[in-house]
């Protein structure tokens, strides 16, 4: 069977991102059908062919989504009184909700509203016009070491990953997975290579091998193939080794920032 990665790398996919009557919306069969509005030819007809012959495999469709439910709930429950003393501080220290909701994008091209414990000032995002010569992140991303943006809780969050607490909720309802790509903005996917929509293919997850790899200090290509590797290999054993790998790259802070 031809594999996800080779299938797509060289696809013409159009880069924009769905509307809500977009066939993007229905998930990974309805994202086959959306291509081959932009493919012709003998080739093409062939690969598409060898996306339907494709099935969602069981360990996605049942025991990782099992995992998914059984430990966000339990990471939910476990860590309630630090979620709410982090949101208690983040509240006194500045003005604000304490969390961060921000449209990303998902399985299929679908998109979803993504939770974060707020580490900005809450007119963050109206000033990143402002900054954004600042970047230094390569690709279609934006990361700044020392981004003036952060508040003093908020680089501590940051620094110790508890920011992402919140995607727990996001675990438990299925819009993402505990493992897989870090869920991209809309206007990052709008600047997609072909090759990069492989993301797309999977749940977005919480921790993946970038994450665990060094995060914003790898370039925008090694982040791309570290997540193609991950859609390739994917399975109870993978996911097993990425997880235990958080939890040392947690406490190390590598590329945390």
Known sequence: MVSRGRLLANLPIHRRIPGPDDPLRGGVANLALAIETDVVGAAESAWLHA???????????TLKRALDIVLS????????PL???IAIVIRIESPG???FAQERVGLGGQRFRFYKF???????EQRRAEILALNEADG???KLRH????TRLGRLLRRTSLDELPQLYNVLKGEMSLVGPRPPLPGEVELYRPEDALRLTVKPGITCWWQVSGRSDCSFEQWMEYDREYIRSISLGVDLRILLRTVT???SCAGAY
């Open 51 to 61: 996306v339907r012959q494709q099935r969602w495999w069981s360990y996605e469709a």
């Open 73 to 80: 709930l339990l990471g939910l429950v476990s860590t309630f």
């Open 83 to 85: 979620l709410l003393a």
């Open 97 to 99: 909700s304490p969390f």
């Open 118 to 124: 707020r580490s900005m000032y809450a007119d963050a």
């Open 140 to 142: 279609p991303v934006f």
């Open 147 to 150: 981004d003036p943006r952060i």
């Open 249 to 251: 790259a947690v406490l």
